[in-house]
Each structure stands twice: as structure tokens, then as C-alpha cells.
């Protein structure tokens, strides 16, 4: 597609309930990213797919939190017995892979609009 | 452990002036650096990107600046409008693998 999807744009979910986000990158990209934004908080990493390299998850804040990417491209992040606290929006982004030889994009990451997730 | 920190919370410019936001680092040697902008309830938006091995960037109105002796970086964006209003975020790359690390922002607002 011509940019980062995600889906769904707005959840509102019971405190306990598990809920899925879907990413969809930018076709090509290698990269893979999951952040979240707490409000009028900066970005939190959460975790990063390179190819098929075993993915990063040093920034999920919990167990209850996972995520997969299927076939290198669209990835789903799963958070189990949400907790209230577990509200925000989650951003996903994409990029080419990452090096210091530079990439034909300079590494830029391109980010999605982000599901606004509202634990109540 | 690494940090990144960005002038202020928040900036307040007069239209027509230049607005400089600075971001710091410790304990991290980047190979680039990026700048973006973020406006209410959207995705970040790439602006600009900085090799460990320049010194200035430069894109229309904006211009960055990269002194990895000093490990800081300066954003300006000269004639400044109202609509340059929105947070803006630096980020720092590193190594193949590595993950992209951003600051906590500053939000920018340039009064008419």
C-alpha cells in the first residue's frame, strides 16, 4: 500500500478482555516496528522485526504483551487481560533494513496513524 | 543507560522568527539522526535525517545540525508560520539491529 495501515483505529475494550492490533507495512519494507504513545507522552519502543531475524522485544513492558509478524510483512500485536493502564495508541512503522552503509531511503521510518486503545 | 533529551516541553515563538530545538544524548554513538513532526492524535512524520559524518542538513525552511563531539543536535526552522505548530520528535539510529530510540518531544507553537 502507499503507507503504514493499522487497524483498528479505536478500540474500547473491558479491562481484562485481550485485544489484537494489526499492522500493515509499507510493501518492501523489512522493518518492522511497535511503539506506544501514552498522552502527551513521547514514544515508548516496544518491539522491532528485522527479515527473519529473531525480533527485538527488550521494550514490551510485560508478558501480557506479544506480537508476530506473519510471512515478513503484516504484524499483529496482541495484549492479553488488558489493564487500564494499557491505554494509549500503539504505532506501528516501517523502513527498509537498517545499516551504516545507509539504505536507499536513508532508513527513514514511516509511521502509521496509530490504534487509539481505551481500556475502561 | 542511553538518553535523549529535548530542550523543553514546550516552545512558544513569534510568527516571522527562527525556532531552534535542541536534542541531547548520553551514552549512545549514533549513526544518524532523524527529526520528526507530530501533529494531535497523528502518526509522526520524517522531516529530516543527519549522517554521523555531516554537520548540516538543510531543507527549505528547516535546517539541522549534528555535533556528535557535543552529542547534540539543532532544529531550526527560520520564518516561522503558525502552521509549524506540532511536536517534534528527535530520533537516534544506530547499528544494523539496533532500534531507532526518539526524545520525549517539544512542542512547538508559533503565535500570529
Known amino acids: 500500500g502507499a503507507g503504514v495501515s493499522q487497524s483498528p483505529s479505536n478500540k474500547v475494550t473491558e479491562k481484562g478482555k485481550d485485544v489484537e492490533l494489526r499492522c500493515d507495512p509499507i510493501s518492501g519494507h523489512t522493518a518492522l516496528y511497535w511503539y506506544r504513545q501514552s498522552l502527551g507522552q513521547g514514544l515508548e519502543f516496544l518491539i522491532y522485526?528485522?527479515?527473519?531475524?529473531?525480533?527485538?522485544k527488550s521494550g514490551l513492558p510485560s508478558d501480557r504483551f506479544s506480537a508476530e509478524r506473519t510471512g515478513g510483512s503484516v504484524s499483529t500485536l496482541t495484549i492479553q487481560r488488558t489493564q487500564q493502564e494499557d491505554s494509549a495508541v500503539y504505532l506501528c512503522?516501517?523502513?527498509?533494513?537498517?545499516?551504516?552503509?545507509?539504505?536507499?531511503?536513508?532508513?527513514?521510518?514511516?509511521f502509521g496513524e496509530g490504534s487509539w486503545l481505551t481500556v475502561v | 543507560s542511553q538518553k535523549i533529551e529535548q530542550n523543553s516541553e514546550a516552545l512558544n515563538i513569534q510568527e516571522g522568527k527562527t525556532a531552534t530545538l535542541t536534542c541531547n544524548y548520553t551514552n549512545y554513538s549514533p549513526a544518524y539522526l532523524q527529526w520528526y513532526r507530530q501533529d494531535p492524535g497523528r502518526g509522526p512524520v520524517f522531516l529530516l535525517l543527519i549522517r554521523e559524518n555531516e554537520k548540516e542538513k538543510r531543507k527549505e525552511r528547516l535546517k539541522v545540525t549534528f555535533d556528535t563531539t557535543l552529542k547534540q543536535s539543532l532544529f531550526h526552522i527560520t520564518a516561522s508560520q503558525p502552521a509549524d505548530s506540532a511536536t517534534y520528535l528527535c530520533a537516534l539510529g544506530g547499528n544494523y539491529g539496533q532500534n531507532f530510540v526518539f526524545g520525549p518531544g517539544t512542542r512547538l507553537s508559533v503565535l500570529p
Open positions: 522485526f528485522q527479515g527473519n531475524s529473531a525480533p527485538d
Open positions: 512503522a516501517s523502513s527498509f533494513s537498517r545499516d551504516r552503509r545507509g539504505s536507499r531511503s536513508g532508513n527513514t521510518i514511516y
